[in-house]
C-alpha cells in the first residue's frame, strides 16, 4: 500500500493518546497522582487506599480528623479531580 501522505510514528500516538477512551483510561490511572497533588503532602501520606472503580474513589486515610475534613470536601475534592483528569470519571467518592 502507498502512502501519499507520510506520517511521523510521533504524530500517530500522539493521535492515538488523545482518543477519548485512551485518554480517559489514562486519567483513571493518574488518580493516586492528582490526590496527591490536590490534597497536599500531609493528607497524602495519611492516605492508606487510594483506589478506583466503576465511577467511585475509595479513600483510606488513617486519621480520624484528616478523614472527618476530606469527608466534608468530598463533592469539592470529586470536582477538582476530574477537573485535572480533563473528564468527568468520578462519580462519588469513599472515605474509609
Given at each position: 500500500?502507498?502512502?501519499?501522505?507520510?506520517?511521523?510514528?510521533?504524530?500517530?500516538?500522539?493521535?492515538?493518546?488523545?482518543?477519548p477512551?485512551?485518554?480517559?483510561?489514562?486519567?483513571?490511572?493518574?488518580?493516586?497522582d492528582?490526590?496527591?497533588?490536590?490534597?497536599?503532602?500531609?493528607?497524602?501520606?495519611?492516605?492508606?487506599?487510594?483506589?478506583?472503580?466503576?465511577?467511585?474513589?475509595?479513600?483510606?486515610?488513617?486519621?480520624?480528623?484528616?478523614?472527618?475534613e476530606?469527608?466534608?470536601?468530598?463533592?469539592?475534592?470529586?470536582?477538582?479531580?476530574?477537573?485535572?483528569?480533563?473528564?468527568?470519571?468520578?462519580?462519588?467518592?469513599?472515605?474509609?
Amino acid at each position: 500500500m502507498k502512502r501519499t501522505e507520510p506520517k511521523l510514528i510521533g504524530d500517530i500516538l500522539k493521535e492515538f493518546f488523545e482518543r477519548p477512551y485512551v485518554a480517559r483510561r489514562i486519567a483513571m490511572g493518574n488518580i493516586p497522582d492528582y490526590w496527591r497533588e490536590i490534597v497536599g503532602e500531609h493528607i497524602a501520606d495519611l492516605t492508606h487506599e487510594c483506589r478506583f472503580e466503576n465511577g467511585i474513589l475509595y479513600i483510606g486515610i488513617s486519621s480520624g480528623v484528616a478523614r472527618q475534613e476530606i469527608f466534608y470536601r468530598r463533592d469539592e475534592l470529586m470536582m477538582r479531580l476530574n477537573e485535572r483528569a480533563g473528564h468527568k470519571i468520578i462519580n462519588t467518592i469513599i472515605v474509609r
